[in-house]
């Protein structure tokens, strides 16, 4: 285990809760696309994938024209080690949101 693991071992107790908090909040808001995005990408951090997957996806469908919605669904399949789910999930995005739009966000 890494020097890092070992100093934030303690704090995974916090983030556990705080996790139990954001979500009963997130039941909520559960239709605001801005929350999607922030728990998908909280949850991509914590490396918990099918979450994050979970979150990436209810993302897409709320915000079916954000280039955001498509790089962080994107993210999480190449988390997982899925390349060719990640470029499909793109070649997906280039059909909702213009081309130049989409290549400029996901470049970034």
Known sequence: MSALSLRLRPAR????????ETKA?????????????????????????GEARTAADRYLILGPTNPEAYQLRAMVALAQGKLNEAQAVLRR???????DELLAFVAY
């Open 25 to 49: 909040d997130g039941d909520k808001l559960a239709d605001a696309a801005g929350y999607a995005s922030g728990l998908a990408t909280n949850l991509l951090w914590l490396r918990r994938h």
């Open 13 to 20: 107790p916090r983030w556990q809760r705080a996790r139990g």
């Open 93 to 99: 995005g280039e059909a909702r949101v213009p081309k």
